[in-house]
Nanobody, 124 residues
Framework: QVHLVESGGGLVQAGGSLRLSCAASGRTFSRYAMGWFRQAPGKEREFVSTISASGDTTHYADSVKGRFTISRDNAKNTVYLQMNSLKPEDTAVYFC?????????????????WGQGTQVTVSS
């Protein structure tokens, strides 16, 4: 099990950038594939991006492809989500998630560890 804590959310104007961080506790972070999901008010939680345990495989939702970049630093037990060219429709609570396997996954049910979320608000 890892304990996950997100940070880096905030209020930004459309076209701006934010970088989210997710810090993980424990010694086994390098064995976990990680993901980012988001949930807007009144909507279901949706997949944003995922990265394999080694960091060599990533995948993005079509809605963020080309604008968001996921990365990880296993030495720092941290996964990042760099968000550029933000749009009002990116407004949501962003959640970091981990799964104790090396391969990526797109479905929230594949993840057993979740952070508390960080709010991202993009104003028009």
């Amino acid at each position: 099990q890892v304990h996950l804590v997100e940070s880096g959310g905030g209020l930004v104007q459309a076209g701006g950038s934010l970088r989210l961080s997710c810090a993980a506790s424990g010694r086994t972070f390098s064995r976990y594939a990680m993901g980012w999901f988001r949930q807007a008010p009144g909507k279901e939680r949706e997949f944003v991006s995922t990265i394999s345990a080694s960091g060599d495989t990533t995948h993005y939702a079509d809605s963020v492809k080309g604008r968001f970049t996921i990365s990880r630093d296993n030495a720092k037990n941290t996964v990042y989500l760099q968000m550029n060219s933000l749009k009002p429709e990116d407004t949501a609570v962003y959640f970091c998630a981990g799964r104790i396997t090396s391969t990526i996954a797109l479905f929230s049910t594949s993840y057993g560890n979740w952070g508390q979320g960080t709010q991202v608000t993009v104003s028009s």
